[in-house]
């Protein structure tokens, strides 16, 4: 506390009260002062606690409002997550429902067309069955109209059997009378020769006496000897016993025409080793075959003078001298040659040959220096005879083997059909197997060289990336095509800026028939769908009238019957069997040429046929796999299936069950190759499922 200050010293005591009492108001105003900066500092702390507790408060409530916020974003997100799976679980019932939908879709397109079709065969057969009642109708009243004519055949018939009974009577007596006839002749031979025997016997006997009572005669020693010798002459002809002539009458014929007996004549052909070719030879060789049997060697520096220098055996030497001709080695001399190994069984060689001939034979009009010698694989003469009639070129003779096997061996063939070529000297190889070359580009793969068939694939590549509708469909020499329904002409124009299928196909092939009706079901789905999608018919019947069938069972356009547009597109996307779906698309570009594995796998959900199209389905497939168990029991396999996909050695297959083209995901039996898509194994009878 301040003490009070002392009162002053000095007289005068007012001004000091005075002075005492500012002191003392200074005092009390400095105690305020104090008092009041006290209070100040306790505010002040007071302040700095309550500050202090709203920081804790606001901290406090800045970690609530955080859990808070935490709590309610878990919960979001949980809320989130079950709404994806849910979205995901309907998203994937969703593509089962479209598959099984349009599955069931397909299934009742091919029952409708299948049942559209029993009824156009039960009216066929209903139309036939009708025209067989007017035919038996018909047939009864002329049976009825002819009854009596036939009547009468049946009496002339009669009389004729009658008249053939009579015959067959006296030729009976015939034989009796010559029997009879025969009977007296033995007979009579039988007494002639008795009485040349007792006349032998009589002569035996008078000379048996004279030797007995003459033999010390003086007689001549030649005549006794003449004598002896007569005896045993006789001796040795003499029968001591004649048997009994008989003849044996023939077994009487039912039919007097069995006398007659039909002599068929033979006539042995010589057997030739080289037959005739079908190409066009020079005057004076036109009915001849042209053909050659190469050596390896011919193909080197030492070329024999002809195609053959082993010895030749008699019936080469035969053949020599028919009318077959060898082919000198000068004649091909300075040709590039192709070697042409080939089989008459083998399906492909049989449809490759025509597409050779047709390239030898403009190679040959152009005179561009190309030989073909045909190296066959067959196994029998006959087979070979036939499958070299139909080409025009030269061939290895049918009993050279030892050559065969040298020029199999030397150019490592292992597969048919194969066109190996040679250089002009035959020292090397031009081309190991320009097959593929000639079925693509025909006759402007010559020479088969590298350079030409970089230069014809970059032209490929140019054809290829300007590809338009209007261009591809110029190469068949087409502007239109056809209605199935009613013929009419569409011109090709209305279906720029369309997904267009072209559909190689014809109705001899049974894989056509039925594809057609699968990918009718799926065209009728899509066009149902409003998609801007629409199928040529590019025909590849041998006659117009399977081109016509096939076109009364086909919903969309179709190519003009003409093989040649046909050919031309078929060469341009180089197709090799048929049925084939190429897809193009509405730029005009190629899509896929694999539009029928395409339709087979996915059906109508295939469609833009598109690589992310097929992308988003395998997904939806990888997903879908997830939910199948890992391996289970099937009805038709005895094994236990395993799931396995293209990355686990899955790949393309046929299913077992349904016999449709499967890909990638399927149950497999890896030790039998039994293989089921995962639709089958569920939805087979029998089937068991195994650990998920």
């Given amino acids: 506390m301040l003490q009070p200050p002392p009162p002053p010293p000095g007289p005068a005591r007012a001004p000091r009260r005075a002075q005492r009492d500012a002191a003392r108001e200074i005092y009390t105003l400095r105690e305020e002062l104090v008092v009041a900066q006290d209070r100040i500092h306790e505010l002040e702390a007071e302040c700095r606690s309550t500050k202090k507790q709203l920081d804790h408060l606001a901290k406090n409530f800045a970690e609530e409002k955080a859990s808070l916020k935490s709590r309610e974003h878990d919960k979001f997100h949980h809320i989130l997550d079950a709404v994806k799976e849910e979205l995901n679980r309907e998203r994937k019932q969703r593509q089962r429902s479209e598959m099984m939908n349009s599955k069931l879709l397909n299934d009742l397109s091919e029952m409708e067309l299948a049942a559209k079709r029993y009824s156009q065969d039960y009216e066929k057969e209903r139309k036939a069955r009708v025209l067989m009642e007017e035919v038996c ?11 009596a004519e036939v009547e009468a055949m049946r009496s002339e018939s009669m009389k004729i059997r009658d008249e053939l009974e009579e015959e067959k009577k006296m030729l009976q ?41 003459h033999p010390g005669c003086n007689m001549e020693k030649g005549t006794v000897r003449e004598a ?26 039912e039919d007097i025409f069995a006398v007659f007996e039909e002599l068929k004549q033979r006539e042995d052909t010589a057997e030739k080793v080289i037959v005739q070719c079908n190409g066009n030879r020079p005057k004076g060789r036109a009915s001849r075959a042209q053909t050659a049997s190469p050596e390896t060697d011919m193909f080197l520096e030492n070329q024999p003078s002809r195609y053959c220098n082993q ?26 040659i192709g070697l042409y190994f080939a089989a008459n069984w083998y399906p492909k060689c049989e449809a490759f040959t025509p597409v050779l001939a047709a390239a030898y034979e403009q190679l040959k009009d152009r005179g ?20 070299h009639g139909t080409m025009p070129w030269p061939a290895v003779p049918f009993g050279d083997l030892s050559c065969k096997k040298r020029l199999s061996e030397r150019f490592q063939v292992e597969g048919i059909p194969r066109l190996v070529v040679l250089a002009p000297d035959g020292g090397a190889v031009v081309h190991p197997d320009a097959a593929d070359l000639v079925h693509r580009y025909g006759e402007r793969a010559f020479p088969f060289t590298a350079a030409r068939v970089a230069e014809l694939e970059a032209d490929d590549q140019r054809k290829y990336a300007s590809q338009t509708l209007e261009k591809l469909f110029s190469v068949s020499g087409k502007e239109y095509v056809m209605n199935s329904g009613n013929n009419e002409k569409v011109p090709v124009s209305s279906l720029v800026g369309k997904t267009v299928g072209l559909y190689f196909s014809a109705n001899h092939c049974a894989p056509c028939i039925k594809f057609t009706t699968k990918l009718a079901a799926i065209y009728s789905s899509l066009r149902g769908k409003a998609e801007d999608f629409e199928i040529v018919y590019v025909p590849m019947d041998r006659e117009e009238d399977g081109y016509l069938r096939s076109c009364g069972d086909m919903p969309w356009l179709a190519l003009p019957y003409d093989g040649a547009p046909s050919r031309a597109l078929a060469r341009y996307f180089d197709v090799r069997e048929i049925p084939t779906l190429v897809v193009v698309g509405p730029d005009g570009r190629t899509v896929t040429r694999d539009g029928r594995n395409l339709v087979n796998l996915y059906f109508d959900m295939a469609f833009p046929f598109t690589d992310a199209q097929i992308r988003l389905l395998q997904e939806a497939e990888d997903e879908a796999a997830k939910e ?47 293989e089921i898509h995962l639709r089958c194994g569920q939805n087979a009878e029998g089937g068991s499922a195994g650990t998920a």
């Fill in 137 to 147: 109708d018909e047939l009864a009243k002329e049976i009825t109209e002819d009854r």
């Fill in 173 to 213: 007596m015939a034989e009796v009378w010559r029997e009879e006839r025969v009977h007296m002749k033995l007979v009579d031979a039988k007494l002639t020769l008795e009485n040349k025997y007792s006349q032998l016997s009589m002569l035996q006997n008078e000379l048996e006496d004279f030797l007995r009572f």
């Fill in 228 to 253: 002896e010798r007569l005896k045993e002459a006789i001796c040795s002809s003499k029968v001591n016993g004649i048997k009994e002539f008989s003849y044996k009458l023939p077994p009487p014929s």
């Fill in 311 to 336: 010895p030749r055996t008699r019936n080469e030497a035969a053949e020599d001298d028919s009318e077959w001709e060898a082919v000198q080695f000068r004649e091909i001399d300075g040709k590039i």
């Fill in 368 to 387: 561009a220096g190309f030989e073909v010698v045909l190296v066959s694989c067959d196994e029998d003469r006959p087979s070979f005879e036939r499958f």
């Fill in 628 to 674: 199948y168990p890992r391996s289970l029991r099937h009805r038709g396999h005895r094994h236990e299936l395993s799931i396995v996909s293209e990355k686990s050695g899955g790949g393309p297959y046929i299913c077992c069950e349904c016999e449709e083209q499967g890909l990638g995901w399927a149950y497999q039996c890896i030790a039998c190759g039994y």
